[in-house]
Protein backbone atom coordinates (compact mmCIF):
# COMPACT_ATOMS: atom_id res chain seq x y z
CA UNK A 1 0.00 0.00 0.00
CA UNK A 2 0.95 4.09 -0.76
CA UNK A 3 -0.37 5.35 2.28
CA UNK A 4 -0.79 9.27 3.07
CA UNK A 5 -1.74 10.57 6.02
CA UNK A 6 -3.47 13.64 5.92
CA UNK A 7 -3.39 15.98 9.75
CA UNK A 8 -5.15 20.00 10.01
CA UNK A 9 -1.77 20.85 11.66
CA UNK A 10 1.68 18.57 12.03
CA UNK A 11 1.77 18.25 16.13
CA UNK A 12 1.00 15.65 17.89
CA UNK A 13 2.40 13.53 20.85
CA UNK A 14 2.72 10.46 18.34
CA UNK A 15 4.36 12.38 15.22
CA UNK A 16 7.80 11.22 15.70
CA UNK A 17 6.26 7.54 15.38
CA UNK A 18 4.47 8.15 12.31
CA UNK A 19 6.43 5.47 9.73
CA UNK A 20 8.94 6.81 7.32
CA UNK A 21 7.28 5.09 4.36
CA UNK A 22 4.06 7.31 4.99
CA UNK A 23 3.14 10.66 3.04
CA UNK A 24 2.62 13.17 5.83
CA UNK A 25 0.25 16.33 4.50
CA UNK A 26 -1.05 18.92 6.97
CA UNK A 27 -3.81 21.10 5.93
CA UNK A 28 -2.49 24.25 8.25
CA UNK A 29 1.09 24.92 9.28
CA UNK A 30 0.44 26.67 12.96
CA UNK A 31 -2.19 25.36 15.91
CA UNK A 32 -5.63 26.40 14.88
CA UNK A 33 -5.24 28.70 18.10
CA UNK A 34 -1.78 29.35 17.28
CA UNK A 35 -2.86 32.88 14.72
CA UNK A 36 -5.63 34.84 13.69
CA UNK A 37 -5.20 34.23 9.81
CA UNK A 38 -5.17 30.64 10.50
CA UNK A 39 -8.35 30.16 13.08
CA UNK A 40 -10.57 32.35 9.87
CA UNK A 41 -9.00 30.14 6.60
CA UNK A 42 -10.08 27.04 9.46
CA UNK A 43 -13.74 28.46 9.55
CA UNK A 44 -13.77 28.73 6.39
CA UNK A 45 -12.76 25.37 5.72
CA UNK A 46 -15.22 23.80 7.91
CA UNK A 47 -17.79 25.85 6.39
CA UNK A 48 -16.93 24.30 3.18
CA UNK A 49 -15.23 21.37 3.59
CA UNK A 50 -14.99 20.53 -0.11
CA UNK A 51 -12.02 22.99 0.20
CA UNK A 52 -10.05 19.99 1.33
CA UNK A 53 -10.17 18.03 -1.63
CA UNK A 54 -9.86 21.55 -4.11
CA UNK A 55 -6.19 22.55 -2.41
CA UNK A 56 -4.99 19.27 -0.50
CA UNK A 57 -6.77 16.18 -0.48
CA UNK A 58 -5.44 14.04 -4.07
CA UNK A 59 -7.67 11.30 -5.37
CA UNK A 60 -6.49 7.76 -3.93
CA UNK A 61 -8.53 4.23 -3.90
CA UNK A 62 -9.25 4.38 -0.79
CA UNK A 63 -10.09 6.76 1.75
CA UNK A 64 -10.13 6.35 5.71
CA UNK A 65 -11.87 8.36 8.42
CA UNK A 66 -10.31 6.69 11.35
CA UNK A 67 -12.46 8.96 14.36
CA UNK A 68 -15.94 9.55 14.29
CA UNK A 69 -16.34 13.27 13.65
CA UNK A 70 -15.05 15.90 11.08
CA UNK A 71 -12.49 13.40 10.07
CA UNK A 72 -15.63 11.22 8.46
CA UNK A 73 -17.61 14.50 8.47
CA UNK A 74 -14.82 15.30 5.54
CA UNK A 75 -15.36 12.02 3.12
CA UNK A 76 -19.23 13.07 2.91
CA UNK A 77 -18.02 15.50 0.72
CA UNK A 78 -15.21 13.52 -1.08
CA UNK A 79 -15.61 14.05 -5.57
CA UNK A 80 -13.78 11.25 -5.94
CA UNK A 81 -15.64 7.36 -6.76
CA UNK A 82 -13.48 6.27 -3.68
CA UNK A 83 -14.04 2.95 -1.27
CA UNK A 84 -14.70 5.16 1.81
CA UNK A 85 -14.39 3.76 5.25
CA UNK A 86 -14.69 4.88 8.36
CA UNK A 87 -14.22 4.04 12.43
CA UNK A 88 -16.46 4.24 14.74
CA UNK A 89 -15.00 3.92 18.89
CA UNK A 90 -17.75 4.99 20.96
CA UNK A 91 -21.04 4.86 21.93
CA UNK A 92 -22.79 7.07 19.04
CA UNK A 93 -26.28 8.08 20.65
CA UNK A 94 -23.66 9.76 23.76
CA UNK A 95 -20.90 10.76 21.54
CA UNK A 96 -20.44 14.60 21.49
CA UNK A 97 -19.57 15.62 17.99
CA UNK A 98 -18.85 19.34 18.44
CA UNK A 99 -20.14 21.39 15.32
CA UNK A 100 -21.70 18.54 13.63
CA UNK A 101 -25.45 18.15 13.41
CA UNK A 102 -25.49 14.92 15.11
CA UNK A 103 -28.74 12.98 13.42
CA UNK A 104 -27.64 14.72 10.04
CA UNK A 105 -23.94 13.43 10.29
CA UNK A 106 -25.70 9.35 11.08
CA UNK A 107 -27.92 9.84 7.82
CA UNK A 108 -24.87 10.50 5.51
CA UNK A 109 -23.08 7.17 7.15
CA UNK A 110 -25.26 5.64 4.24
CA UNK A 111 -22.99 7.52 1.71
CA UNK A 112 -19.80 5.44 2.94
CA UNK A 113 -18.79 1.58 2.05
CA UNK A 114 -17.96 0.32 5.40
CA UNK A 115 -18.25 1.61 9.03
CA UNK A 116 -16.03 -0.60 11.31
CA UNK A 117 -17.09 -0.41 14.91
CA UNK A 118 -14.94 -1.27 17.50
CA UNK A 119 -17.04 -3.74 19.75
CA UNK A 120 -20.40 -4.99 19.68
CA UNK A 121 -21.92 -2.97 22.07
CA UNK A 122 -20.97 0.48 19.93
CA UNK A 123 -22.79 -1.34 16.90
CA UNK A 124 -25.61 -2.20 18.97
CA UNK A 125 -25.57 1.79 19.33
CA UNK A 126 -25.74 2.89 16.00
CA UNK A 127 -28.54 0.52 14.94
CA UNK A 128 -30.19 2.02 17.64
CA UNK A 129 -30.58 5.17 15.71
CA UNK A 130 -29.79 4.05 12.14
CA UNK A 131 -31.16 0.49 11.36
CA UNK A 132 -30.44 0.50 7.57
CA UNK A 133 -26.68 0.63 8.32
CA UNK A 134 -26.81 -2.72 9.33
CA UNK A 135 -25.19 -4.54 6.03
CA UNK A 136 -22.25 -1.77 6.36
CA UNK A 137 -21.19 -2.65 9.77
CA UNK A 138 -18.55 -4.53 11.03
CA UNK A 139 -16.89 -5.53 14.49
CA UNK A 140 -13.30 -5.13 14.01
CA UNK A 141 -11.33 -4.88 18.07
CA UNK A 142 -8.77 -3.17 18.76
CA UNK A 143 -5.85 -5.33 18.33
CA UNK A 144 -4.05 -5.78 21.54
CA UNK A 145 -0.28 -6.86 21.36
CA UNK A 146 0.28 -8.72 24.83
CA UNK A 147 3.81 -9.58 24.23
CA UNK A 148 4.49 -5.56 24.19
CA UNK A 149 2.34 -5.22 26.68
CA UNK A 150 3.99 -7.51 29.12
CA UNK A 151 7.14 -6.12 28.27
CA UNK A 152 6.19 -2.64 29.36
CA UNK A 153 4.54 -3.93 32.42
CA UNK A 154 7.74 -5.62 33.45
CA UNK A 155 9.72 -2.40 33.58
CA UNK A 156 10.29 -0.71 37.14
CA UNK A 157 7.47 2.47 38.42
CA UNK A 158 10.13 5.29 38.76
CA UNK A 159 8.30 6.41 41.40
CA UNK A 160 8.60 4.94 44.68
CA UNK A 161 5.67 4.37 46.11
CA UNK A 162 6.02 2.65 49.30
CA UNK A 163 4.93 5.29 52.09
CA UNK A 164 1.27 5.30 50.91
CA UNK A 165 -1.12 2.99 52.12
CA UNK A 166 -3.82 3.15 49.30
CA UNK A 167 -2.23 3.70 45.48
CA UNK A 168 -4.61 4.79 42.72
CA UNK A 169 -3.55 5.24 39.30
CA UNK A 170 -5.61 7.04 36.25
CA UNK A 171 -4.71 6.90 32.67
CA UNK A 172 -6.16 9.17 29.76
CA UNK A 173 -5.58 12.22 27.96
CA UNK A 174 -6.83 15.08 30.60
CA UNK A 175 -9.60 16.96 29.11
CA UNK A 176 -13.33 17.04 30.08
CA UNK A 177 -14.93 14.20 28.57
CA UNK A 178 -12.53 11.66 30.18
CA UNK A 179 -13.40 13.95 33.61
CA UNK A 180 -10.21 12.72 35.84
CA UNK A 181 -11.98 15.89 38.23
CA UNK A 182 -14.33 13.66 39.39
CA UNK A 183 -11.68 11.58 40.58
CA UNK A 184 -9.89 14.68 41.74
CA UNK A 185 -12.84 15.27 44.05
CA UNK A 186 -14.07 12.21 44.96
CA UNK A 187 -10.75 11.93 46.90
CA UNK A 188 -10.95 15.16 48.06
CA UNK A 189 -14.41 14.44 50.00
CA UNK A 190 -13.04 10.68 50.82
CA UNK A 191 -9.46 12.52 52.24
CA UNK A 192 -10.55 12.65 55.87
CA UNK A 193 -11.73 8.89 55.97
CA UNK A 194 -9.01 6.98 53.82
CA UNK A 195 -5.40 6.28 54.72
CA UNK A 196 -2.30 7.72 53.40
CA UNK A 197 -2.95 7.89 49.99
CA UNK A 198 -1.56 8.82 46.16
CA UNK A 199 -2.80 9.27 42.94
CA UNK A 200 -0.85 9.02 39.70
CA UNK A 201 -2.18 10.69 36.95
CA UNK A 202 -0.65 9.64 33.64
CA UNK A 203 -1.38 11.91 30.69
CA UNK A 204 -1.83 15.33 29.15
CA UNK A 205 -4.77 17.44 27.89
CA UNK A 206 -6.21 21.23 27.92
CA UNK A 207 -7.38 20.30 31.12
CA UNK A 208 -4.42 19.59 32.92
CA UNK A 209 -3.67 23.34 34.54
CA UNK A 210 -7.15 23.48 35.06
CA UNK A 211 -7.09 20.21 36.96
CA UNK A 212 -3.31 21.35 38.73
CA UNK A 213 -5.20 24.29 40.31
CA UNK A 214 -8.41 21.91 41.36
CA UNK A 215 -5.85 19.77 43.55
CA UNK A 216 -4.02 22.98 44.98
CA UNK A 217 -7.12 24.44 46.12
CA UNK A 218 -8.40 20.99 47.35
CA UNK A 219 -5.16 20.67 49.14
CA UNK A 220 -3.96 17.25 47.75
CA UNK A 221 -0.46 18.78 46.15
CA UNK A 222 1.23 15.90 48.42
CA UNK A 223 -1.30 12.74 47.37
CA UNK A 224 -1.67 13.68 43.41
CA UNK A 225 0.92 13.81 40.97
CA UNK A 226 0.82 14.59 37.51
CA UNK A 227 3.14 12.23 35.23
CA UNK A 228 1.92 13.66 32.27
CA UNK A 229 2.28 11.82 28.79
CA UNK A 230 4.78 9.39 28.89
CA UNK A 231 5.42 6.54 26.03
CA UNK A 232 5.03 3.65 28.58
CA UNK A 233 2.28 4.34 30.79
CA UNK A 234 1.92 0.60 32.08
CA UNK A 235 5.25 0.33 34.05
CA UNK A 236 3.55 2.98 36.49
CA UNK A 237 1.15 0.70 37.55
CA UNK A 238 3.02 -1.54 39.15
CA UNK A 239 3.36 -0.43 42.76
CA UNK A 240 -0.68 0.56 42.38
CA UNK A 241 -3.53 -0.88 43.57
CA UNK A 242 -6.52 0.30 42.23
CA UNK A 243 -7.20 1.75 38.49
CA UNK A 244 -9.55 4.38 38.33
CA UNK A 245 -11.79 5.13 35.12
CA UNK A 246 -14.27 8.23 35.04
CA UNK A 247 -14.59 8.67 31.53
CA UNK A 248 -18.11 10.10 30.70
CA UNK A 249 -18.44 7.47 28.33
CA UNK A 250 -16.54 5.03 26.43
Known amino acids: ?81 TKKITFLHTNIQTHHLWYLNK ?24 LEVNLSLEKKCKVVYNPIDFKDIQAKLNEKNPISLDSYKLRFITIGRLDQWKNQKLIIESLASLKN ?21 LVSRLGLTK ?18 KYFLFSSKYE
Open 193 to 213: VLPSFVLLIIGDGPEKEKLRT
Open 1 to 81: FEVTLYLIVYEGVYISEIPSNVTVRCFFKTSVFGSLLTRVVRRLFSYWPYLYYLFFIEKCDVEIGFREGFSTDLMFYSPFD
Open 223 to 240: NIIFIGFVKNPLKYLNGC
Open 103 to 126: SKYIQKLNLLDTIICVSNSVKTSL
